[in-house]
């Protein structure tokens, strides 16, 4: 596993750009994730909260898969994680899962991900719709809120990690 980030070129074209921030931030969560082993990748943050890096990392995958694929393509796989009678099944590990599993899922959802968008221009509406609202996204608003997305989970990284063995850093 490469956790090697590069932040895009301070001059880069803005597709260029925000495929870069989103890719930085993948790579990022990677990296908060690197060295553990599963048991510690299911470590709740403070409870009574159950999140874990393991559970962010499958979150991610949800949210990989609901965005470039059920929203851009219009192709409804379904949830990897979660069910209909638990929304939050994506972060809700068990002694059962493993990093193994998870990180190879998550990786597959990002390759399709790459595969979809390449597909679409960036005022290029989607073709399908998310679950909260009945629209249809451009690609430009799928790939600011994924850079939202991960940097925001990238916080909780953070805290989780220096929790479980003391790492800090960006």
Known sequence: ??????????NAGERAMLEGWLDYHRRTLAEKCAGLTDEQL?????????????????????????????????????????TEEDRDGDFHVTEADTWQEAYATWQAEIEIARRNAAGFALDGLSEGTNRSRDTRFNLRWIYTHMIEEYARHNGHADLIRERIDGSTGD
Do not use: Q
């Open 1 to 10: 596993m490469t956790t090697e980030r590069r932040e895009p070129a301070p």
């Open 42 to 82: 299911r470590t709740a943050a403070v409870p009574p909260s159950g999140l874990s890096l393991m559970g962010l990392v499958r979150h991610l995958a949800e949210c990989e898969r609901g965005w470039f694929r059920k929203v851009l393509v219009g192709d409804d796989p379904g949830p990897i994680y979660y």
